[in-house]
Each structure stands twice: as structure tokens, then as C-alpha cells.
């Protein structure tokens, strides 16, 4: 009993970050909360139900009539006409509202994609920074160690009075970086909070600082948002031209008529207001075709064009960054791989060395300090290419309009 006591006292006293949030649960909480998508999803229902209408039809007129002018007859009348369109012109509509709907759906796509990114991006700076937050911290906890020391060695004699300056000097310098550490953690912090709408904090350890998804060998600059998004605006521009063209085209009248002639007719017959006539009509209808017409024609057509023209630069543009972003991500690769089996290594046995020399006496406190300082930018450049490294995979994976790093 004491010991599930105690367990359950643990489990509340534990920071947050030993509970924290895995990448999965990360992603899953940030997409049912994240505004946008939300938004997106009601733009798309909207432009889907566009594309399922058709087009708006024509206002329907209705036109009565009720007089009598130099006649012995007194006419009462009520007409309706409806305008109709060919079933091309709908055939146009509904390709123009299909690419204003592949539009949609390909921003929702897109700002997902940015969700994800985000997501991720934020989890592993937040553990980038966590490491580098401990690696401040274990040799902040070792120079308050050495501070008693140095101060006796002082007060004896051992150590002369610039080499005390130099050491207050150094422990000043640390004190601001690790306030600046300390800054940069609790800023990913709060923007991981932003991106997933949880205060939970990220859950992870020093060997899971680098987000290992293998990008495929092929750049395929097609795929890419930005291109896509190009070629949505081309197809949604030569749409637009056709169904400007379609809108010249004839259309149909369709109309009912009811009426009725009181008095005496020509046959010597008495009609009263009672009896009706009924009469259906049909005709086609032209639009006044002139100079506007032909403008607005030219400049759909010109308007395409452009688009196609954004579309082939975005293309090309976009394979140049596609392959300089393959070139990034494998460089940094090999400069993470040689670091983590390298240097790091290094940089672990002359920590185990110096403390070894320090307590035997063979190292003064500045030589020990050079020298942990020497192993604290070692780990620091080795953090950096980790963030570097997991920003370029990032880049690859989900690349930004133009691939501009965040």
C-alpha cells in the first residue's frame, strides 16, 4: 500500500517532460485543434457544393397585362418566360468550379502539410534545446563546485589576482549563455504548446534528438505545393476563358401564356372574362456581341497564358531547389555522422581525461575550465548540425512555398 502511496506521489511530482507527449500523440491533438484545417474543410465542402450545383439559373420574368385602348375589347393577361442556357455552357461551369474545388482541397492539403511540419519541427527543437539546456547545466554545476576553491586557492596565495579576474570573467560569460539556453528552451516550449494545444511538453532523451525519416532519392519537383498550386491556377484560368466563351453562346426562351378578351368578338360572339386562352413559346435568344465581348475574350485568353507561363517557371524553379535541397540535406548528413563518430567520442574521453589530470593535481582551474569549454563547443556545434540536419529532412519532406526555413 505504501508503495503504490509513493508511486502515485511521484506520478504528481514528476515534471511534465518525463510524462510528456510522444510525436504521434503530438501530431494527432494538433490536427483536431488547429483552426485552419477547420476553415479549409469548410471551404472545400463549399467549393464541392458549387461544382455539384451547376450554374445559378437565369431570374424567370413574369409579365401581366389589364386594358382596354381604342377597343371594344377589354384584354387580361399573365406571361412567364424562362432563359435557358445549351448544355455545354454547364459542362464549362462545372469545369471551372472543379479546379476552384481541386483548389481548395489542395491549400487543405497544404496547410496539413504545414501543420505536420510545424509540429514537428517544434518537437525536436524543443529536445535540441532540452539537451543543450542539461549540457550548460552539468558544466554550470561543475564551475559552482570549483567556485570554493578557487577562492581558498586565492586566499592562500596559489592564484594571482588576474587569474581570479579571469575566472570571475568566465563564470559571468557562462552565466549569460545559459540565461540565453534557458530563453531558447522555454521559447520552444511555448511555441510546441502553440502548434499542438497542449501544455504537455515534448517526451524524448539524448539519442532521440534527430528525426531519422530517410527522404526518397528522386526530386520530385512536380509534386511539390507550390508547383501544384501553379498548375491549379493555370487549369482554373483556361477554365475561366472557356466558359467566358461559352457565355457568348445562343440561348433558349421558354415561355407560358393566359389570357383572356372580354366583349363582343369579330364572330359576333360575347367572351366573357372567364375564358382563357392558353399559349406556349419558344425562341432563342443572342447575346449583343461588340468590342466588349471581344476584350474580355483576349483578356481570358492572355490571363491563361500568364498562368501556363508562372506554371513552367514554378517547375523549373522548383527543381533547382529540389536538388539544392538534396545536396543540404546529404552534406549535413555527413557532417552529423562524422561529429557523432568522431568528435563526440573525442570530446567524451577528454572529458574523462581531464577530470582525471584535475584530481591528481596535474591541471590548474583555468587549464580544467579551457578545457571543458574546448567539449562544451563540441557538443554545441554537434547539437547545431542535429537542428540543421532535422530542418533539412524537414525541408525535404514537406517543403514550404519556396522552401523558406522557419
Same mark, same amino acid.
Given at each position: 500500500?505504501?508503495?503504490?502511496?509513493?508511486?502515485?506521489?511521484?506520478?504528481? &511530482?514528476?515534471?511534465?517532460?518525463? #510524462?510528456?507527449?510522444?510525436?504521434?500523440?503530438?501530431?494527432?491533438?494538433?490536427?483536431?485543434?488547429?483552426?485552419?484545417?477547420?476553415?479549409?474543410?469548410?471551404?472545400?465542402?463549399?467549393?464541392?457544393?458549387?461544382?455539384?450545383?451547376?450554374?445559378?439559373?437565369? /431570374?424567370?420574368?413574369?409579365?401581366?397585362? @389589364?386594358?382596354?385602348?381604342?377597343?371594344?375589347?377589354?384584354?387580361? &393577361?399573365?406571361?412567364?418566360?424562362?432563359?435557358?442556357?445549351?448544355?455545354?455552357?454547364?459542362?464549362?461551369?462545372?469545369?471551372?468550379?472543379?479546379?476552384?474545388?481541386?483548389?481548395?482541397?489542395?491549400?487543405?492539403?497544404?496547410?496539413?502539410?504545414?501543420?505536420?511540419?510545424?509540429?514537428?519541427?517544434?518537437?525536436?527543437?524543443?529536445?535540441?534545446?532540452? =539537451?543543450?539546456?542539461?549540457?550548460?547545466?552539468?558544466?554550470?554545476?561543475?564551475?559552482?563546485?570549483?567556485?570554493?576553491?578557487?577562492?581558498?586557492?586565492?586566499?592562500?596565495?596559489?592564484?594571482?589576482?588576474?587569474?581570479?579576474?579571469?575566472?570571475?570573467?568566465?563564470?559571468?560569460?557562462?552565466?549569460?549563455? @545559459?540565461?540565453?539556453?534557458?530563453?531558447?528552451?522555454?521559447?520552444?516550449?511555448?511555441?510546441?504548446?502553440?502548434?499542438?494545444?497542449?501544455?504537455?511538453?515534448? +517526451?524524448?532523451?539524448?539519442?532521440?534528438?534527430?528525426?531519422?525519416? &530517410?527522404?526518397?532519392?528522386?526530386?520530385?519537383?512536380?509534386?511539390?505545393?507550390?508547383?501544384?498550386?501553379?498548375?491549379?491556377? @493555370?487549369?482554373?484560368?483556361?477554365? =475561366?476563358?472557356?466558359?467566358?466563351?461559352?457565355?457568348?453562346?445562343?440561348?433558349?426562351?421558354?415561355?407560358?401564356?393566359?389570357?383572356?378578351?372580354?366583349?363582343?368578338? /369579330?364572330?359576333?360572339?360575347?367572351? /366573357?372574362?372567364?375564358?382563357?386562352?392558353?399559349?406556349?413559346?419558344?425562341?432563342?435568344?443572342? /447575346?449583343?456581341?461588340?468590342?466588349? #465581348?471581344?476584350?474580355? =475574350?483576349? =483578356?481570358?485568353?492572355?490571363?491563361?497564358? +500568364?498562368?501556363?507561363?508562372?506554371?513552367?517557371?514554378?517547375?523549373?524553379?522548383?527543381?533547382?531547389?529540389?536538388?539544392?535541397? #538534396?545536396?543540404?540535406?546529404?552534406?549535413?548528413?555527413?557532417?552529423?555522422?562524422?561529429?557523432?563518430?568522431?568528435?563526440?567520442?573525442?570530446?567524451?574521453?577528454?572529458?574523462?581525461?581531464?577530470?582525471?589530470?584535475?584530481?591528481?593535481?596535474?591541471?590548474?582551474?583555468?587549464?580544467?575550465?579551457?578545457?571543458?569549454?574546448?567539449?562544451?563547443?563540441?557538443?554545441?556545434?554537434?547539437?547545431?548540425?542535429?537542428?540543421?540536419?532535422?530542418?533539412?529532412?524537414?525541408? #525535404?519532406?514537406?517543403? +514550404?512555398?519556396?522552401?523558406?526555413?522557419?
Amino acid at each position: 500500500m505504501r508503495l503504490i502511496i509513493l508511486l502515485g506521489f511521484l506520478l504528481l &511530482a514528476s515534471p511534465s517532460w518525463v #510524462w510528456g507527449l510522444d510525436l504521434e500523440e503530438a501530431l494527432r491533438r494538433g490536427r483536431l485543434q488547429w483552426i485552419l484545417l477547420r476553415a479549409d474543410s469548410l471551404r472545400t465542402h463549399a467549393r464541392s457544393l458549387e461544382w455539384r450545383g451547376g450554374p445559378l439559373p437565369d /431570374p424567370a420574368s413574369i409579365q401581366t397585362e @389589364w386594358g382596354q385602348i381604342n377597343s371594344s375589347l377589354r384584354d387580361q &393577361a399573365v406571361q412567364v418566360n424562362q432563359n435557358l442556357r445549351w448544355p455545354a455552357y454547364r459542362t464549362r461551369h462545372q469545369e471551372w468550379t472543379r479546379t476552384r474545388w481541386e483548389g481548395a482541397r489542395l491549400e487543405q492539403v497544404r496547410n496539413l502539410a504545414e501543420l505536420e511540419a510545424g509540429i514537428i519541427r517544434q518537437f525536436y527543437r524543443y529536445l535540441v534545446a532540452k =539537451a543543450r539546456f542539461e549540457l550548460y547545466a552539468r558544466y554550470d554545476s561543475l564551475l559552482v563546485q570549483n567556485d570554493a576553491i578557487f577562492e581558498h586557492r586565492y586566499q592562500q596565495g596559489q592564484v594571482s589576482a588576474a587569474e581570479r579576474n579571469q575566472w570571475k570573467l568566465l563564470r559571468g560569460e557562462m552565466a549569460l549563455q @545559459w540565461a540565453e539556453v534557458r530563453r531558447e528552451q522555454e521559447e520552444a516550449a511555448r511555441d510546441f504548446a502553440f502548434w499542438t494545444g497542449s501544455e504537455e511538453l515534448p +517526451s524524448g532523451n539524448d539519442r532521440d534528438l534527430r528525426w531519422t525519416m &530517410a527522404p526518397s532519392l528522386l526530386p520530385d519537383s512536380l509534386n511539390h505545393p507550390e508547383v501544384l498550386r501553379l498548375h491549379n491556377q @493555370w487549369q482554373e484560368a483556361r477554365a =475561366a476563358a472557356r466558359l467566358s466563351q461559352a457565355q457568348q453562346w445562343p440561348g433558349f426562351s421558354v415561355g407560358w401564356r393566359n389570357m383572356s378578351i372580354q366583349g363582343m368578338g /369579330p364572330d359576333g360572339l360575347f367572351y /366573357p372574362m372567364g375564358r382563357r386562352f392558353n399559349t406556349l413559346q419558344a425562341g432563342l435568344s443572342f /447575346p449583343l456581341r461588340g468590342k466588349p #465581348w471581344r476584350l474580355q =475574350a483576349e =483578356a481570358d485568353r492572355r490571363l491563361a497564358e +500568364s498562368a501556363a507561363l508562372h506554371y513552367q517557371h514554378g517547375v523549373a524553379r522548383a527543381t533547382n531547389e529540389r536538388k539544392r535541397d #538534396w545536396e543540404r540535406w546529404r552534406l549535413l548528413l555527413e557532417q552529423w555522422t562524422y561529429s557523432s563518430q568522431n568528435l563526440i567520442p573525442l570530446a567524451d574521453t577528454l572529458q574523462v581525461q581531464i577530470q582525471v589530470q584535475w584530481a591528481q593535481g596535474d591541471l590548474d582551474l583555468l587549464q580544467w575550465s579551457s578545457q571543458w569549454q574546448r567539449i562544451l563547443s563540441t557538443h554545441n556545434q554537434h547539437l547545431d548540425l542535429t537542428q540543421q540536419l532535422n530542418e533539412a529532412t524537414l525541408q #525535404w519532406h514537406y517543403p +514550404s512555398n519556396w522552401y523558406n526555413y522557419r
